[in-house]
């Protein structure tokens, strides 16, 4: 890899080399939020992207909200990004959440959007960027909401490994975390049930309904 005076944890590859995500984007943007007042803006076919549309998942297949061509005519900063995209939320709680969107969509302003240049494997740069949900929450700024800039995401590091790697790596990636996450599904789905007999158990027993063994 190529010294670039940043100090890694653990050894990287040294083919590899570190870029900044603006080196290794075709394009990064954003959108906007038209007038909520205006009913003639919203509930239309057009996709719209808000950070809560990236909450818990790595893929962005339908959205909260929609808008209409109006809306599209009228806000010269909302695009149609034809999928697949990536997205990175900027403010508050959602700083650094990120899927992939599978949808035409665009986006509010408190979204990012990153396309890869045609090098690049748009499924490892997203695993990329989860790794960096940490380093992108310490350069939030700002109080009660903290955020990030396009600014911020534009020079963040990213490590550039050769296309058939990225893919090799993704795909791998890909299958394993499925599988953990068909896991902790499970899991919930038990902890849910356990939490259904608990609250059973307690209307039970406070209401007379059953008795405990050995009291009148």
């Known amino acids: 890899m190529k010294d670039s005076g940043i100090e890694w944890i653990g050894e990287i590859p040294e083919h590899w080399e570190v870029k900044k995500i603006k080196h290794i984007a075709a394009y990064i943007g954003s959108g906007t939020t038209p007038d909520t007042g205006t009913t003639e803006y919203y509930d239309g076919a057009i996709n719209w992207i808000q950070s809560g549309d990236l909450y818990k998942t790595s893929k962005v297949t339908n959205t909260e909200k929609t808008v209409t061509d109006l809306a599209l005519n009228v806000f010269g900063t909302l695009k149609v990004y034809k999928q697949p995209f990536i997205v990175l939320a900027m403010y508050g709680a959602s700083v650094g959440n990120v899927a992939i969107s599978q949808i035409d969509a665009c986006v509010n302003q408190a979204c990012c959007v990153i396309i890869p240049n045609g090098y690049q494997y748009i499924d490892f740069l997203y ?46 990636l890909n299958q394993r975390c499925a599988e953990i996450d068909s896991i902790i599904n499970d899991k919930l789905k038990q902890i849910e049930v356990q939490k259904e007999y608990k609250q059973s158990l307690i209307y039970e027993y406070v209401t007379g309904k059953k008795r405990v063994k050995g009291v009148n």
């Not at 350069?139 to 955020?147: D, E, L, V, W, Y």
Request: hydrophobic share 35%; glycine share 6%.
């Open 127 to 172: 695993y990329w960027l989860v790794t960096c949900k940490q380093d992108f929450d310490t350069k939030a700024i700002g109080g009660g909401q903290p955020n990030i800039s396009q600014q911020i995401i534009k020079n963040q590091y990213y490590l550039d490994a050769p296309r058939e790697e990225q893919q090799a790596i993704a795909s791998f």
